[in-house]
């Protein structure tokens, strides 16, 4: 069997273009999270001999260890992990914070990269060239109004991989974050705004080429793809249209 990528959150947006993207560089993905009916569709499209879909919540220790499991017992080098599941909950002010939903923001982005980064080191170390690929945010360095609790996740995504890369020096695992502005997924502003489309759509109006989800496919591939010994600590990526975080272009 060809060295295994794990894929958390591939059953949409980046985490589905990042598993089919990595599986013609050649790898054997192993596709995780909730949606196993989309993770099921997308070994089939990908091939069984070449993807294996493992239902995973990284917010439940359980899970996360079975998960691990299951890779471990494919018995390839696990040489990647790309820890993409995350997301945002919600564009309240600060001062109407719900509380809920900065502790799930904080769950999946943060503590969910630590359970599934601590149930997969081992093996990833043992491979003797192993990558973990971590997607934080532009929302990782700057605050923006109505994005307390998602700046706060994902600052605290960063401050996870940062540590991580320094504990793990001299080990044969290079740690690698991928920080995307505006990407236009299917999911998360749908889900970040309790499904409300027009405000979604709204997100997005004018802005002539926000980013898709294979240009950040892209950009992981790239990274997890240079010779081991070069570590791309972090890359931000915007469309073309967002010269930073606030200075969106739109053609309305
Ligand atoms: N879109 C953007 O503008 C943007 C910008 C910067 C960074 N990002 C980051 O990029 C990553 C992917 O975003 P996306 O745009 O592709 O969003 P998306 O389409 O909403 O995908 C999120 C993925 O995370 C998974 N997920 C959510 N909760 C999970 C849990 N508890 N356990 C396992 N998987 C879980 C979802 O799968 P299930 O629901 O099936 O579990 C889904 O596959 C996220 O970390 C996000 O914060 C996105």
Same mark, same amino acid.
């Given at each position: 069997m060809q060295n295994i990528a794990v894929v958390t959150g #591939?059953?949409? @947006?980046i985490g589905a273009a990042t598993a089919r993207r990595l599986a013609r560089e050649g790898f054997h993905i192993v596709a995780a999270a909730r949606r196993v009916d989309r993770l099921a569709a997308l070994v089939e499209e990908i091939g069984a001999a070449s993807a294996t879909a493992v239902e995973c919540d990284v917010t439940s220790d359980e899970s996360v260890a079975r998960m691990a499991a299951t890779v471990t017992g494919? @018995? &390839? =080098? *696990?040489?990647v992990l790309v820890n993409n599941a995350g997301g945002a909950r919600g564009v309240d002010p600060v001062a109407e914070g719900s509380v809920e939903d900065w502790q799930w923001m904080f769950d999946v982005n943060v503590l969910g990269v630590l359970r599934v980064t601590k149930a997969l080191l081992p093996a990833l170390e043992a491979s003797g060239a192993g990558t973990i690929v971590t997607v934080g945010s532009t929302a990782a360095f700057t605050p923006y109004e109505g994005g307390g609790g998602y700046v706060a996740a994902k600052h605290g995504t960063t401050a996870l991989v940062g540590t991580l890369r320094l504990e793990l020096a001299g080990k044969p695992v290079r740690v690698i974050e991928i920080d995307p502005g505006m990407v236009q997924t299917d999911e998360f502003t749908l889900n970040r705004l309790d499904g409300d489309q027009a405000r979604t759509d709204a997100v997005y109006a004018g802005v002539k080429e926000p980013l898709v989800a294979e240009d950040i496919a892209d950009c992981i591939a790239w990274t997890a793809t240079r =010779? +081991? /010994? *070069?570590? *791309?600590d972090r890359l931000v990526v915007r469309p073309? #249209? +967002? &010269? &930073? +975080? /606030?200075k969106v272009h739109r053609e309305l």
């Open positions: #591939a059953s949409s @947006g494919l @018995g &390839a =080098p *696990v040489t =010779p +081991q /010994h *070069v570590n *791309v073309i #249209a +967002q &010269a &930073a +975080q /606030h």
